[in-house]
Structure formats: C-alpha cells, structure tokens
C-alpha cells in the first residue's frame, strides 16, 4: 500500500504526524509516558534531535519500544536517526517555543486524542445532558458553567467529551490556548517545578491556559500542596473568565479527602453526569465504531454484542475490535454465531469476581470484621488481610488502582500500588502465602 505524501514537509510537520502515529501504535497510556512530552528541537540531515523534559521520558521509549521512535518517522516518509536529550532551559514547559516577543504560539500542551471529537460521540439518553453542557461550552468558553465538572463511571466517555469541547474550541479558534492534563500530569509538573524552583513559572504558565481540562481530578485526593496550587490556579483562571473543565469518576462531595474550598468551587459550575449507555445507545456506538474502522457490521450482530456487554463502552469497543482481529485473521464474515463464538471466549476470559465477593472472602477467611478491613486501622492483623484483598482486587477484577482504593475504605491509589508490590514480592518466596492466595482464588471464584 502507498502512503499518502506528506502534505507538508517540514520536519517539525513529520514529527507532529510520527506523533499521530505513535499514538495509534502504542496506545495513550505508553504515548503520555514516553512521546508526548517529547518536543521537536531540530533536524540536520539525518538526525532528528528531540527535547525531553526528564531522563526518564528521555529513556523510556527505547527501553520499551526500541525503534518505534524511528519506525514512525519512517512511516511519515522521514526516515532518519533520533537524538533525544534531556531539556536545558525548556524544562517542563508548557508552552515551549515561545520566544520574548510574547506572539502567541498555538503549541498545546498535553496533545488531545484525535478521535475523541463530537462527531464520534453517540448522543443517547444516558448522556445527552453531559452532551449539552460540553457543546455550550464549546461554543463559548468562559462564558457558561464554568467549571464544567463531568463524572461518571469508568469508560463512558468523561475523556472523550472533554477532549470534544478542546478540539471545538480549536476549530472556532486555532490561537486558542487549550491544555489537556490528566490530574497526575499536573501533579507531576507541580513536583517537578516545586524541587526546581520554577513555581514562578509554573504558575504563569498555567495562567496563560484559555481552556484549561482537567481529567480524573479524584487522583487529586489527599494531595495537599497539589491541592492548594490548583486552587489558586483555579481562581486565577476562572477570575479571568477562562473556561475550566474538570472530570471525575464521582461527584466532588464523595472525592475522599478532596479539600472543602476547592471541592466548593468545583460545584460552583455545572454538574454533569454520564450513565451507563442503554441498549439502542449501544448499538448505535458499535455501529457508529464499526463505520469509522471500516468495518462490515450486521446489525444482528451489533445488537447481539449490546445485548451481551451492557456495562461501558470501552468494553464494549474492546469486544468489537476483538471481533474485527479475529475476522480479518480467519477471513470469516462477522456473523452472529460467529460473534457468539468469540464473545463466548471473551467472556469466559472476563472475570465476574467483584471487589465485594473479594472482601467478603478475606474477611471470612481471616477472621476480621469488615469494619475493620475498611478501616483506618493498621494493626497487622488487619493490614495484612487489607492488603491480600487489594492484590486480589486488581488481579481478579482489573479495576483501576484508584476505583480499588476507594472501595477499601477510600484509600489513596498508591496504597494500593504499594499493596500490589508488597504481596507481589513476598509471593516470591513464601510458600505459604502462595497456597493461601491460590486458596482464596478458588474461594473468590466460587462464592455465589
Ligand atoms: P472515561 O474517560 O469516562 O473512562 P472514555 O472517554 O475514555 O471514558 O471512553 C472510553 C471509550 O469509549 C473511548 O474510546 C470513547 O471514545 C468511547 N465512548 C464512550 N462513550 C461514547 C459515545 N457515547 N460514543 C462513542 N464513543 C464513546
Ligand atoms: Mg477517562
């Protein structure tokens, strides 16, 4: 197959599309790690020399994607070596490039996901409020619901509709400052700014921002010094009538340890939920997925696979690119049976173990109460069990390490890490951890 020709040559232009594509190749979570803090510094002859704002975005890509850096460049028709050395002077900026003549430079920080855009949502009614308030605020942002808060549970579309309302505003406004920062992104900037005694950058820079998005804003639990210079951020911006847009996975009041003043000022704006999609939704979304991917999707099997996956739309996505893969590699039309088929390994594969039925286990078979367990109690008795059930948390349900801290009495999501690592090590070389854990497995996987 031919490429299509570059429509612009410069290298710069080559590297913003590498980006695109290392973005499609190694998924976001890979792309924020290791590529999207890279900026472009250079090219001469062969060599393409990026900034990176840390030795370890320097790294990280070569360590866990070796060539994909070039393997990209070669895609958008630049093949060339790569230097990517550690930033100077342009540390953790947001806005690098910018020159002392002040001209505004429409670079973004924290790229925004191509695809997730207004065109490729499904309004249905589980969310055509969220829907509604991101397009008014798209049209004018600053002007309504300021801040827009959306929350809901995992995979039903916060990021996807806050990145709609940055790439509107874009489109009515290229000169728009839009900045699409996970709540952990904007922690890490804060830290790396407080132990370099940038704040005072930090602060401008984050003052500059017109739409400024900030998703999955429960990490911002327990973090106080985060806490506090968000609030100023917050006041700062929103004083200046530029439009702040916060995610969550619940309402503010229920962020454990989020603080009273800025839990307040979330709730100064609009609220916004988004619930699980209904059935007529769910076709339309795999229909609508199915259109974008090219796809051949009868809509027996669309509404065979919304029947069977009725939680959210990642899943539900997941399952048809499962089915697409398996399709074109047998060379088989998607049929129903053929769907019933691989749906059938899919979700004998999905676990149906709840983070619930985990800790009723625990408490049963280490006799603690469930008081206890979810408590803020630390004794060894019940630390111990605590941290046997987070392990199993993540290994059995696949929840996030944030949604498990919550469940075990609203802990922090690095409690959970640390759990994890803990029990993970010690499994090891102790074998009778590894019988008991096997025990509770089995205890876990029949409980009714
Ligand atoms: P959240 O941030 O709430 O966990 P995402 O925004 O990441 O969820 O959505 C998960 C996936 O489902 C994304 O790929 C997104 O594009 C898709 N998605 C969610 N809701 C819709 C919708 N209404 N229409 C089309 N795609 C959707
Ligand atoms: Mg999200």
Redesign the pocket.
């Known amino acids: 197959m031919s490429r299509p020709a570059p429509i612009e040559d410069s290298p710069e232009h080559a590297w913003q599309r590498a980006r695109e594509i290392l973005l499609a190749r190694v998924g976001?979570e890979a792309f924020q790690a290791g590529v999207e803090s890279l900026r472009f510094a250079g090219m001469e002859s062969d060599l393409l020399r990026l900034l990176a704002p840390t030795t370890t975005t320097a790294s990280w890509m070569a360590l866990h994607h070796p060539g994909m850096l070039e393997d990209a460049m070669r895609s958008v028709g630049k093949p060339c070596r790569i230097s990517v050395v550690v930033a100077g002077r342009a540390q953790g900026e947001l806005f690098p490039g910018e020159g002392p003549t002040g001209k505004r430079r429409p670079i973004r920080f924290g790229a925004l996901?191509p695809?997730?855009t207004f065109a490729?949502?499904?309004?249905?009614a589980?969310?055509q409020f969220a829907?509604a308030a991101c397009k008014a605020v798209a049209a004018q942002p600053g002007h309504h619901y300021n801040p827009l808060f959306?929350y809901?549970?995992?995979?039903?579309?916060?990021?996807?509709?806050?990145?709609a309302i940055g790439h509107a505003t874009i489109e009515a406004n290229s000169d728009a400052r839009v900045a699409y920062v996970s709540a952990e992104a904007f922690m890490t900037q804060l830290i790396t700014a407080l132990r370099r005694d940038r704040m005072d950058e930090f602060k401008s820079t984050f003052r500059k921002i017109d739409v400024l998005i900030v998703?999955?804003v429960q990490f911002l639990a327990n973090r106080e010094r985060t806490q506090e210079e968000f609030f100023h951020t917050f006041n700062a911006l929103h004083e200046a009538h530029r439009q702040i847009i916060l995610?969550s996975?619940t309402v503010p009041k229920d962020i454990p340890g989020l603080e009273e003043r800025l839990r307040n000022r979330f709730e100064w704006g609009l609220i916004a939920d988004?619930q699980p999609?209904d059935m007529e939704?769910r076709v339309?979304?795999l229909e609508?997925?199915a259109e974008i991917d090219g796809l051949d999707l009868p809509r027996e099997v669309a509404i065979h696979l919304a029947s069977k996956i009725d939680s959210?739309?990642?899943e539900?996505?997941g399952c048809l690119t499962r089915l697409s893969a398996f399709a074109s590699l047998s060379k088989t039309a998607i049929t129903v049976d053929f769907a019933r088929q691989v749906l059938h390994e899919l979700l004998r594969d999905r676990s149906t173990v709840s983070i619930d039925t985990i800790q009723r286990v625990i408490c049963e078979f280490y006799d603690v109460r469930l008081n206890d367990l979810l408590s803020k109690k630390r004794t060894r008795n019940i630390s111990f069990p605590r941290q046997i059930g987070m392990y199993l948390s993540r290994k059995l349900t696949g929840e996030s390490f944030p949604a498990i801290g919550g469940r075990f009495g609203g802990r922090d999501h690095s409690t959970v890490i640390h759990a994890n690592n803990t029990i993970e090590r010690r499994l090891k070389d102790d074998q009778r951890l590894r019988s008991s854990i096997d025990e509770l497995q089995r205890l876990v996987n029949t409980k009714p």
Do not use: M
């Not at 490729?120 to 249905?124: A, H, I, K, L």
């Not at 809901?152 to 509709?161: F, I, P, S």
């Open positions: 976001v996901v695809r997730y490729t949502f499904v309004v249905g589980s969310n829907n959306l809901g549970g995992v995979g039903l579309g916060k990021t996807h509709l806050a990145n998703d999955d995610t996975d988004l999609p939704t339309a979304i609508k997925k959210n739309v990642r539900l996505e």
